[in-house]
């Protein structure tokens, strides 16, 4: 009984390649095959795109073309962002004085366990905690700066919950403190899932290092940019040939890089799109309550506070993993927070973070809609989840 | 990830479910690490042969296929026979687990000799 259906609710994991950005990329894979350093016609070519991605970039984040770097994946621009500031730091600090950085408890692994990497060179960390709502409150962020902070970094939106950080509020509260203070404190965000739907202006923001990642903005995979605020000083961690101003060594992936300006150069045009994506996922969050017994909401109820695509739920009784191969059977993407599909064991920590007990982490499951979602979609995955959960929980007895 | 064999038992198990009055039941698993599982069996008293055993577990797609295989391993066997079967008669005849999912194998095992470990003499 294979079923036909194909609904993709997977879109914080990755989205689907738009087909006139792949266009676009297209020639770069093929005719235009010059190394952007090279002087000649084939060189030209490929560097004047790159040019012109970086002006994309820019004009997205109101900054200048030199303060977009491009790199191969979000997770390398959080590492750049983070060690190589510390890395940069560290030369100018005394032998023996310790680097400062203070993260929430539910960043992306690739800042936390970068951080925790860095632990082990005598960094020291703070994890800010959540509340229940899996947002930080800046009153604890402001008790934990201090005057050896070096760093803070706060991811704009989580991708399991999606819930909105309070950027803007910490970086006012950043430039306030750095005015009266001679030693400066950073300040990073990793927007990787944010950028589809929340404004991504860094002077707005105020922040000082900004990540972004090609494939959650249907764009390419293997494509991330990191924003340097000028006077940053970050030490690249590839050396070798100038490329991106001398801080990411290596030919430029070119046809990605053109991939990604113009994914970001779309995005104003599926922004009209966010209250119809937010209408249909209250319509999800809404049948999924009603239809689907001790079940339990897991991302911020106001709206202010949360992305409009990404909704995540408990359901007692079920694991997971089994939930979301059960449910791809009829052909519905997914994901979960459960233990079982990771390496460690170990459930989702933004969840644990946010209180959840651990048979509620491992009972989770993660929906993320995207601007191809119909309502037709919805509500088949409404006709089909109570179904599912009541098979699993037969199994469960539970 | 997983093969054909396991996704059969993990879609249409056999065994799932209760067994009222049971002579025996056998617990393994925490809360915890997301795994919870119960067999019930019922054994005939003279033969000391399983004459029905069912599961219930709350569990990944792996820990659910092994349960049912362990059950299918179990059934009609005596106890001394079925305290025999191992983790890996059961990973093996689910076609080889992938080695993250060896321990639902172990799980399963390790209730089913909870269980006869129980079981008294009358």
Not at chain 1, 63 to 77: H, I, L
Not at chain 1, 307 to 312: E, G, K, Q, S
Not at chain 1, 326 to 334: H, N, R, S
Not at chain 1, 367 to 376: F, L, Q, Y
Request: proline content about 4%; overall charge positive; glycine content about 6%.
């Amino acid at each position: 009984m294979k079923n036909k259906k194909k609904i993709y609710f997977d879109n914080a994991a990755t989205t689907a390649l738009d087909k006139d950005i792949l266009k676009k990329m297209m020639p770069y894979l093929k005719d235009k095959y010059g190394n952007p350093s090279s002087l000649h016609k084939f060189g030209r070519e490929t560097s004047e795109a790159l040019d012109i991605a970086h002006e994309q970039v820019a004009r997205f984040l109101n900054c200048k073309e030199t303060e977009v770097v491009f790199t191969g994946s979000a997770s390398e621009s959080d590492n750049l962002a983070i060690r190589g500031l510390i890395k940069s730091l560290r030369r100018a600090k005394r032998i023996g004085e310790k680097c400062n950085i203070i993260i929430s408890q539910i960043e992306h692994k690739a800042v936390l366990e970068t951080c925790k990497d860095l632990e082990k060179e005598n960094v020291k960390v703070t994890y800010l905690p959540v509340g229940s709502d899996g947002v930080v409150h800046i009153d604890d962020l402001e008790a934990e700066i201090n005057p050896e902070t070096d760093l803070v970094s706060v991811m704009y939106a989580n991708n399991e919950t999606g819930a909105v950080q309070p950027i803007k509020k910490i970086g006012h509260l950043i430039a306030k403190i750095n005015k009266n203070k001679e030693h400066r404190i950073y300040f990073h965000t990793d927007a990787a899932q944010a950028a589809n739907w929340l404004d991504c202006d860094v002077n707005e923001l105020g922040v000082d290092l900004l990540t972004l990642s090609g494939h959650k903005i249907y764009g390419p995979k293997g494509v991330g940019v990191l924003y340097i605020r000028d006077g940053i000083p970050i030490a690249p961690l590839t050396t070798g040939g100038d490329q991106e101003w001398k801080l990411r060594a290596g030919t430029e992936n070119v046809a990605a890089i053109v991939g990604m300006g113009e994914a970001i150069s779309k995005i104003a045009s599926h922004r009209p799109q966010t209250a119809r994506i937010r209408s249909l996922k209250d319509k999800l969050i809404a049948d999924v309550l009603i239809k689907v017994e001790d079940s339990k909401l897991n991302c911020p109820k106001n709206p202010e506070n949360n992305l409009p695509n990404i909704a995540n739920f408990s359901f007692r009784g079920v694991e997971g993993e089994a939930l979301v191969l059960a449910l791809d059977q009829e052909g519905i993407a997914v994901s979960t927070g459960s233990a079982c599909t990771s390496l460690a064991l170990l459930p989702s920590h933004v969840l644990i973070a946010m209180g959840l007990t651990e048979p509620e982490a491992h009972s989770s499951l993660r929906v993320s809609i995207g601007i191809n979602t119909t309502e037709e979609e919805i509500n088949y995955f409404s006709k089909i989840l109570p179904k599912t959960v009541e098979r699993l929980r037969k199994i469960s007895g539970r | 990830m997983y093969n054909k064999k396991v996704i059969e038992h993990f879609t249409k198990p056999k065994f799932f479910g209760k067994i009222k009055n049971p002579d025996i039941v056998g617990h393994a698993g925490n809360p915890r690490c997301g795994d919870l599982l119960t067999l019930y069996l019922k054994i005939d008293k003279k033969t000391r042969k399983i004459k029905n055993i069912k599961f219930e577990t709350l569990g990944c797609a792996a820990a659910i296929a092994a349960s049912d295989m362990v059950c299918q391993l179990a059934i009609g066997k005596t106890l001394e026979e079925a305290a025999k079967i191992s983790f890996l008669n059961v990973s093996d005849e689910l076609g080889v687990l992938p080695p993250l999912k060896i321990h639902c194998a172990q799980l399963v095992t390790e209730a089913l000799r909870d269980a006869i470990n129980k079981y008294l003499p009358q």
